[in-house]
């Protein structure tokens, strides 16, 4: 027999994926989550917002009913407590991506029909959340990196009743970590998204760096891949293989990232708890790069990563920070 159990339901509508995902309003548990990918035609680099919107307007009602079935599955009966949705991908105003919209159409429709509250945050700081869920962070301030293929900032978080507060450190200058890894995909002819795909086509060089070595800008906190995009295409081009290529690409990444880490703990006052997220975060080898280069360079570091499935676009984070808001209230 189902047992009634109250949940706060997340919503996230990124450029990647459409996500949902139950929390129970009590303990924070994850109950049930769903999700799924919007369509890329092959040879894409992605979509246009509109396309995007409109994929998510068709998914939301087989996603919902997934997560139906799954709470069913678990012998939950919902009793909503919360709506929490994405509304932006940075928490300040003037960060704005139209696809968003599309779920916060969705989740203030629920809202408004359960009869329950309406909690804004934003895509970046869900990431963060889903993050520490897993590996839980100090209260003090600490240095996180989110790095998709919308965004790469360096920030100073700190996590409040709300989400957190947020101060930007450093960010890419010019092309986004997960637009760099896309891009190379399109060019070896990966499917897009192409990061799980080049991940298992580096793997051909084992655990190697590689000899080939894609250079690194850098900048204070702030980091340049268009350059480095550039070289690796040429490289192609020249007939260096495909599995040397990807491993240079991750390796590249995960150099930038170390360097700008390093800066931003020498240069503020955070602990020496670093949280990385998004969903070139997800990379085996682009974490185990970055641990080893830090743990070599910054004393005392701690760095923690979301587990893969959770490092990649999803609501667990959404959902928690409507969890954190319904415990402030």
Not at 278 to 284: D, F, L
Request: charged share 15%.
């Amino acid at each position: 027999m189902a047992r009634e159990t109250p949940l706060v339901l997340g919503v996230d509508t990124s450029n990647y994926t459409t996500s949902v995902c139950a929390v129970d309003a009590q303990s924070g548990r994850m109950v049930a989550e769903a999700r799924r990918l919007l369509r890329v035609p092959s040879g894409e680099r992605g979509l246009r917002q509109s396309e995007a919107a409109f994929q998510h307007v068709q998914h939301f009602p087989s996603v919902m009913a997934e997560l139906a079935d799954a709470l069913g599955a678990g012998g939950v009966r919902p009793v909503w407590q919360r709506v929490s949705v994405s509304v932006r991908p940075r928490p300040w105003a003037s960060s704005y991506m139209p696809v968003f919209q599309s779920g916060l159409a969705v989740a203030a429709a629920l809202a408004q029909s359960l009869g329950v509250p309406l909690t804004r945050t934003s895509h970046q700081e869900g990431h963060l959340a889903a993050a520490e869920y897993f590996a839980p962070m100090p209260p003090a301030p600490f240095v996180a990196v989110h790095m998709s293929g919308g965004t790469c900032d360096v920030v100073l978080a700190r996590r409040t009743p709300f989400g957190y507060a947020i101060t930007r450190l450093g960010e890419s200058l010019d092309l986004h970590p997960g637009q760099f890894v896309d891009r190379i995909g399109v060019a070896l002819g990966l499917p897009f998204p192409a990061g799980p795909h080049l991940e298992e086509l580096a793997r051909q060089c084992g655990n190697s760096a590689g000899e080939w070595v894609l250079k690194s800008p850098v900048r204070g906190a702030s980091m340049s891949f268009s350059g480095p995009l550039t070289a690796a295409l040429r490289a192609l081009e020249a007939g260096r293989p495909p599995h040397e290529v990807a491993r240079a690409v991750e390796a590249c990444i995960a150099r930038a990232v170390a360097k700008a880490v390093e800066y931003a703990l020498s240069h503020t006052p955070a602990s020496r708890h670093v949280l990385i997220a998004g969903g070139v975060a997800s990379n085996q080898f682009i974490q185990s790069a970055i641990q080893t280069r830090l743990a070599r360079r910054v004393p005392g570091v701690s760095i923690a990563f979301a587990p893969p499935a959770f490092s990649r676009d999803n609501a667990l984070g959404v959902a928690m920070i409507g969890f954190w808001r319904h415990h402030a209230e």
